[in-house]
């Protein structure tokens, strides 16, 4: 990854003939002055936290010790990344699963819908066709406008064709499917720290299994097996989820044919820092005993039990604020309707009930 970003951004050195071995050249330097720095960082780093000399000898052993140090470093910045995205995407998970699935019509006519929608397309249309070219912030507004109209009747219209067992049976026991994977999970990390507060093998550092094969590291045997890997791989559906829904990385969403190369390896670079860590988390939240990662249990913060201790609480406690925000949002609408509280704009619903409202009472006015 950081070979690729240099590459993009090289231009040869001065004085040298422009081509592709100019560019490979200063990215290779380049690449040579980012691997000293971080050397230094993490040997100052090292001198700051663990002024040994016992520690600073074990630096020059670059396999055995410098490199994992360096990924524990990296995995110890993906797990707190884990710690604000995992949450967020449990409780977004919802709301995407809500627009990829079709829900029940429960006194809705679609028909009528479809009609109205239909009728403002069709108003659009000969208001932009009305219109001359000079008016080119109108034609913008107007094109932007009837592009969401037939999104919406695109909506409508697949959850009409859909059938009553897609509409009636699918949407609800994928609602109630998130909804169990998620208290499970709670649970566990919740079950995890009463363990660590009463047994100090519960500590992920240094806890060695059967091995493969020999004996189920589940108490369930193969059931409780499958639940994990089911856990862990909803686990990293939601981080990914979570990492894109919040504002700071926004903007890194992909976008067809609109994505330059340095964000797709900003991408690439996000995903792979998060994929590192979710291992770590798993083992840190109690989810699963088994060594994902070999040597990962000789990291140095994964035996520190006020650490873990604080990841396990904070996870939980954050997964809880995110859920019952989600759950409660419709209820404190419309209570602040009903207190006249609406009015001062507080920022108190969350994103996609706002987007959606826009987008309704859009239409309405337009109607």
Same mark, same amino acid.
């Given at each position: ?16 003939? %422009? ?35 016992? *520690? ?10 410098? /490199? ?18 995992? =949450?967020?995407? /449990? ?80 949407? =609800?026991?994928?609602?109630? /499917? ?59 559906? *939601? ?16 976008? %067809? ?12 670079? *996000? ?97």
């Amino acid at each position: 990854m950081p070979f690729a970003f240099f590459f993009l951004e090289s231009e040869g050195f001065a004085g040298l003939k %422009k081509g592709i071995r100019a560019r490979i050249l200063e990215t290779l330097v380049m690449l040579l002055l980012l691997a000293l720095l971080i050397l230094g960082i993490v040997w100052v780093a090292s001198a700051l936290i663990d002024n040994d000399a016992a *520690s600073m000898e074990s630096l020059y052993d670059l396999w055995e010790f410098y /490199l994992p140090y360096l990924y524990s470093c990296i995995s110890l910045m993906g797990c707190l990344l884990l710690l604000l995205c995992t =949450p967020v995407g /449990l409780s977004r998970m919802f709301t995407v699963m809500g627009q990829l699935l079709v829900k029940p019509t429960i006194l809705e006519d679609l028909d009528e819908q479809i009609y109205i929608i239909t009728l403002e397309e069709e108003a659009l249309q000969r208001r932009l066709n009305g219109l001359s070219s000079s008016v080119e912030y109108n034609i913008m507004e107007l094109e932007q406008e009837l592009e969401n109209v037939k999104t919406l009747k695109t909506k409508l219209e697949r959850r009409k064709k859909a059938s009553a067992w897609e509409r009636n049976l699918v949407y =609800p026991a994928v609602m109630v /499917l998130l909804l169990i994977e998620t208290s499970i999970s709670v649970l566990l990390v919740a079950c995890n720290i009463l363990c660590l507060l009463v047994d100090e093998t519960a500590m992920p550092k240094g806890t060695r299994g059967p091995g493969i094969g020999n004996a189920s590291l589940s108490t369930f045997g193969f059931v409780g097996a499958a639940l994990e890997i089911i856990l862990i791989f909803y686990l990293m559906v *939601s981080s990914v989820v979570g990492f894109y829904s919040l504002r700071f990385f926004g903007n890194f969403t992909p976008k %067809k044919d609109d994505t330059t190369m340095t964000k797709i390896i900003g991408n690439c670079v *996000s995903i792979l820092v998060l994929s590192s860590a979710l291992p770590v988390m798993s083992r840190t939240l109690g989810i699963t005993r088994f060594d994902l990662l070999g040597d990962f249990g000789r990291f140095n913060w994964l035996g520190n039990f006020y650490i873990v201790l604080s990841y396990n609480l904070l996870f939980a406690i954050v997964t809880t604020l995110c859920l019952v925000r989600k759950f409660t949002s419709a209820v404190r609408e419309e209570l602040f309707k009903a207190l006249g509280l609406h009015k001062l704009h507080l920022p108190n619903t969350s994103r996609d009930s706002e987007t959606a409202k826009t987008s309704v009472n859009g239409h309405q006015k337009a109607l």
